[in-house]
Structures are given as C-alpha cells and as structure tokens.
C-alpha cells in the first residue's frame, strides 16, 4: 500500500495528543495541516528530521500549515522526545490500536512501525500533496514540504 495521493479525501482516524485527547478528521477541517508520519522517536534519522522542520517552522507557518508529527510511539514516549529536542512540533501518537491512521493514510510500513511520509491536506479535507520515502531511512528535507504546501 502506497500513501493516499492527492485528491483523496482524508481518511476518518483517531491519534493520541501528549495530554490524551484525541486528535481526528474534524480537527484538520477548516486549516491547512501536514503529517509527518516518521517511524521512531528517538532514533537518529528521526531526531535530525524534526530538527530540521523545528528550524524552519516558520516558513511552514508563513505558509498557514499546521505540522504534526506522528509516529506508532506511545504518547508518554513521544513527550520525552518533543521535550528533548525541544520542539515546538506536536506529536500524535498512533499507537493504540498501533498504526491504525497510519494504515488508514497508506503510510505504515511491513514492519510494523509508521514509514516516512508527508501528508499534506487542505482546510477541505482532502489531501492536496504527498510523498512517501522509498525506505525509512530517506529524510524528506524541509524543501519537500514547502513543496506540498505549494500545492494548497
């Protein structure tokens, strides 16, 4: 399975706030937001990703897109991870029932964890852009995100 193309309404799902609310659908309606589905908090790829898009959040932002971050971790593991690179970026946790919204966006890997992949999606709900890396190791750099919010 290959991560939903633009065009395709974005699926109805469920991830996991720091604080335990649930973050769904309704909450991307009306803004632009982009998922970062990255597969491991704490590993090194990881780590030097959201480091990256934290230095040039404000380009993003400039643009009127929202990121989040979104990975089968769990939300207790998540926090430390945010708290520790410390960034802004919040994180979403799909890990119960593990990577449910990431199957349902087409971005969880063979293995079990959630694969690199950016999901762009519209205040309509519809994706508008995205792109999934070939194997989990292959950053997406900043560039490929300002390029999907090109096509809001």
């Known amino acids: 399975m290959s991560v939903l193309a633009a065009g395709t309404p974005a699926p109805e799902f469920t991830l996991l706030k720091a604080d335990g609310e649930k973050f769904t659908r ?39 897109a929202t990121l989040y971050a979104v990975s089968t971790d769990a939300r207790f593991s998540q926090t430390a991870f945010r708290e ?6 919040e994180q979403l946790s799909d890990f119960e029932p593990k990577g ?32 999934e890396a070939p194997t989990p190791g292959q950053l997406p750099g900043p560039e490929l995100v300002l390029e999907g919010l090109a096509a809001v």
């Open 100 to 131: 449910a919204a990431a199957s349902a966006f087409g971005a969880l890997h063979a293995a079990g964890m959630t694969n690199r992949a950016l999901v762009v999606i519209g205040p309509d709900g519809v994706v508008k852009w995205s792109w």
């Open 84 to 89: 520790q690179l410390a960034s802004s970026i």
């Open 26 to 64: 309704e909450d991307v309606l009306g803004k632009t937001t982009v998922l970062v589905f990255y597969p491991f908090a704490f590993s090194g790829g990881c780590t030097e990703q959201l480091t990256t898009y934290e230095g040039v959040l404000a380009d993003f932002t400039e643009r009127g």
